[in-house]
């Protein structure tokens, strides 16, 4: 069979920050965004405590409660940051209304969801996601939500399509 030896493996998330380095620039896209996963995690870890007392947040109480080795906030920090890494790949509508200060989830056509059953039924569950991504925001600084995915990509985007050739 042989031996692979020094082989660099680049995930697409890794990948597509490069390219959006390479076509944007460095100087004004980051080797990183602080909205990355393992950062979110971490500050996650550092907030909950402070927030988890508030009625928002509720549905996390519960969950939070006995947890003497902090093994069980760890798993939330993470867990809350791995989904809101993929809010910002496949949900970037709902963190802009969110950040915005609109508690609400799109359809895939943009239209905020009106089902009042399905509406009632899923409130709670948005009103902490989106409290928790607004604190997100103001701990890491207002001017930083332009350095997610979910503001990059557009910029990306738009870019690539004006341009004449592919990038180097």
Known sequence: CGIAAGLQVGLPARFLWQMYRQVLG????????????????WRLMRLLPKVVGQ??????QHFLGDDPDLRKRYQLAER???LFDQYQVYRADWLKDWANGDDQLRQIEGQPQVNPDKAQ????????????W?????????????????AVHPRFMAAMQAMDKAPA
């Open 80 to 82: 809350l940051a791995d």
């Open 134 to 150: 607004r604190l997100l925001i103001d701990d890491i600084g207002e001017e930083a939500i332009y350095s997610s995915r979910a």
């Open 55 to 60: 009625p928002v947040f509720a549905p996390l």
């Open 26 to 41: 460095t100087d004004t896209i980051a080797k990183s965004s602080p909205f990355d996963k393992a950062p979110l995690t």
């Open 121 to 132: 039924a899923r409130q709670p569950t948005v009103a902490w996601q989106a409290a928790l």
